[in-house]
Antibody, heavy 119, light 107 residues
Framework: EVQMVQSGAEVKKPGESLKISCQGS????????IGWVRQMPGKAPEWMGI????????RYSPSFEGQVTISADKSINTAYLQWSSLKASDSAIYYC????????????WGQGTLVTVSS | EIVMTQSPGTLSVSPGERVTLSCRAS??????LAWYQQKPGQAPRLLIY???TRATGIPARFSGSGSGTEFTLTISSLESEDLAVYYC?????????FGQGTKVEIK
């Protein structure tokens, strides 16, 4: 059974750093693209970027380039999303999702990680 | 960036009614379009991919159609469990942009 399990909710202060994770299981982790999606309260999902764990080929949406870093450790089947300096506007739910083979649709999603940034 | 526009923003319907949701792309995405259902507190759930193919486990009352720039999601007979927000997503390029969503609520 394919599962994407994300790390738990985080409460941080502006300026702090953060790294959240997404562990895949039940499939060959390194050979499927993993994407990160931001969803702000009451808003549509936004594609942040994707990574191919086998060679760490990473692509960012222009809106998120330079704002976050996406990485992966294929030895432990885990992808990461990190910030070096959080802002209040980074408060949102972040989902990881596995891109379906040969398509950009996503059948398998993580449960979401709520990030709250507040002073 | 390809912009996806969904209409209407909100749809008020009664159980048993036929529901039609629209999605328009700012440029052709061929058939590289997916539909998702999202309920409060849950991750999006894939309903349709390749514009018209139902994902595994999705009831037959959900169907998708269209190609190029105009797409439709139809629920043939609405059930109460279908109350949710529905998003279209293009994946013609790797940056899979979503529409702003259509909320389906009880009339």
């Amino acid at each position: 059974e394919v599962q994407m399990v994300q790390s738990g909710a985080e409460v941080k202060k502006p300026g702090e750093s953060l790294k959240i994770s997404c562990q895949g299981s039940g499939y060959t982790f390194s050979t499927y693209w993993i994407g990160w999606v931001r969803q702000m309260p009451g808003k549509a999902p936004e594609w942040m970027g994707i990574i191919y764990p086998l060679d760490s080929d990473t692509r960012y949406s222009p809106s998120f380039e330079g704002q976050v870093t996406i990485s992966a450790d294929k030895s432990i089947n885990t992808a990461y999303l990190q910030w070096s300096s959080l802002k209040a506007s980074d408060s949102a739910i972040y989902y990881c999702a596995r891109l379906d083979a040969s398509r950009g649709s996503c059948f398998y999603w993580g449960q979401g990680t709520l990030v709250t940034v507040s002073s | 960036e390809i912009v996806m526009t969904q209409s209407p923003g909100t749809l008020s319907v009664s159980p048993g009614e036929r529901v039609t949701l629209s999605c328009r792309a700012s440029q052709s995405v061929s058939s590289n379009l997916a539909w998702y259902q999202q309920k409060p507190g849950q991750a999006p759930r894939l309903l349709i991919y390749a514009a018209s193919t139902r994902a595994t486990g999705i009831p037959a009352r959900f169907s998708g159609s269209g190609s190029g720039t105009e797409f439709t999601l139809t629920i043939s007979s609405l059930e109460s469990e279908d109350l949710a927000v529905y998003y279209c997503q293009q994946y013609n390029n790797w940056l899979g942009t979503f529409g702003q969503g259509t909320k389906v609520e009880i009339k």
